[in-house]
């Protein structure tokens, strides 16, 4: 959305010019409330909004972010509200009500017609992070008694008013899920052929209770449009549709994102959140950080003989700790990766760990020949310490490999997120562990060449 566009709007709206406004609005409704978004002024929103013409407005609504619905509700009359609740999509619906205090939430229900009221009180009841939340009712439903022709006919009545039409659900008399049947098949198959004879049974489904974000992975997988949610009867209670799962993956990989860069997940837009908000987010794992960091230094003052004996090992610690920090981030998030996609599971624990230590060995290897070179020409052509410091970052490294990949794993079964199994974390256990290493391995090296 440009500037000029806003710009151009709230100019219309100062100088009353209200005719011209409906003639620069954006023709997608998505387009129309990323303007409405953009607007500074509260009251400026609200006119816009009155503007679009009643076939857009629910649509324009449902694209609105959930804080400017919520204000939106505050704004309008009864009846506005009553109207827009009643005809937006049981999941956005849901959505927005999550979002909203109890109070309120029990003012919109009651707006609603007893139908929709029953819809929204299901949905409600599932747990917050399931497929329960995202389901819509909006979805075509046939009878394996029914002809093609039958069901043509019935799509052209009630099509209209469905989330999707691409894909129609065969039922039983019980209302059991049989199959799937798509629009294409109908349109091609002879009018009086039964639709048991083209359902295609061998369904993808979940349950209500299923993870979001494993139902998400489900539609990745196997490349789904529409996936349908059942029962423990296996009733069809509804369907979720892609757009919903995108927004589930794209609020996933953020908390994953803000976990990794150790920041407590921030459900708000950065520029949205609080400055107080902000500070305990991001405060709460550096404070936890520095506490776990101050064992490097405890490490290190037992090692105080060591240092004044050989000072120079201090001048290769930094190098020692890059290495190893940066090798057990790269297993830990490749692995939390794998993970993530399901390429990887609880059950892969000693495969990951006997890989990544061979992995990590080849790397120590590479890594402990350039740090060898690099201080023989530090120091001069000292032979024993170049390799007592080569060594030891070798070792650090194979050591950072495997610790890196094991602890997600051990996360993802203590149903902890393996997500926190990486950056900054990894790196401070790993800087710890490796300090260790490093001064054990090369005073006894030193201790036992150079006595």
Do not use: C
């Not at 091609?188 to 369904?203: N, Y």
């Not at 393996?418 to 054990?440: K, R």
């Amino acid at each position: 959305m440009t500037k000029r566009l806003v710009k151009n709007v709230e100019d219309l709206i100062t100088e009353k010019k209200y005719a011209e406004i409906k003639k620069v609005l954006p023709l997608h409704p998505e387009d129309i409330a990323a303007l409405i978004s953009k607007l500074s002024i509260p009251s400026h929103k609200l006119f816009v909004f009155r503007l679009v013409s009643y076939e857009k407005a629910v649509d324009v609504f449902e694209h609105l972010p959930t804080e400017e619905e919520e204000k939106m509700l505050n704004t309008l009359s009864g009846q506005e509200i009553r109207d827009i609740l009643n005809e937006m999509s049981p999941d956005d619906r849901t959505e927005l009500f999550e979002e909203m205090p109890a109070e309120l939430v029990k003012k919109f229900i009651n707006l609603l017609s007893p139908q929709e009221r029953t819809i929204a009180l299901e949905i409600l009841n599932y747990p917050q992070d399931s497929v329960g939340r995202l389901i819509t009712p909006d979805f075509v439903q046939l009878y394996e008694t029914m002809n093609v022709g039958e069901a043509l006919s019935h799509i052209r009545n009630v099509g209209i008013k469905k989330e999707t039409v691409y894909h129609s659900y065969v039922l039983d008399s019980q209302k059991r899920l049989i199959g799937i049947v798509s629009l294409k098949k109908l349109v091609l198959a002879v009018p009086e052929t039964k639709i048991s004879e083209i359902v295609f049974k061998d369904v993808t489904k979940v349950t209500a209770f299923t993870d979001k974000e494993e139902a998400a992975n489900i539609f990745k997988r196997y490349d789904l449009l529409v996936l349908p949610v059942v029962d423990h009867n296996n009733k069809l209670l509804g369907i979720v549709t892609f757009d919903d799962l995108v927004d589930v993956l794209e609020e996933e990989a953020t908390e994953d994102f803000e976990r990794i860069a150790a920041v407590v997940p921030v459900e708000k837009p950065y520029m949205e959140a609080r400055f107080s908000e902000l500070i305990w987010k991001r405060s709460f794992w550096l404070v936890v950080l520095v506490i776990l960091g101050s064992a490097s230094s405890v490490i290190m003052k037992n090692y105080g003989g060591v240092l004044q004996k050989w000072i120079a090992l201090s001048f290769y610690l930094p190098i020692l700790i890059a290495a190893g920090g940066n090798a057990g981030m790269q297993s830990a998030m490749m692995v939390v990766r794998g993970l993530t996609t399901g390429e990887i599971g609880v059950r892969d624990f000693f495969k990951v760990v006997a890989r990544e230590a061979f992995l990590g060995l080849a790397i120590g290897f590479i890594l402990a020949l350039v740090g060898l070179i690099r201080v023989f020409f530090q120091e001069g052509g000292d032979w024993i310490f170049s390799i007592s410091v080569g060594v030891a970052i070798g070792i650090t490294v194979m050591f950072a490999a495997v610790f890196g990949g094991a602890l997600p794993i051990i996360f993802k079964k203590l149903k902890l997120d393996p997500a926190l199994m990486s950056g900054p974390l990894i790196t401070t256990i790993v800087d710890i562990g490796g300090v260790f290493i490093y001064f054990e391995i090369a005073s006894f090296m030193l201790g036992l060449w150079k006595k």
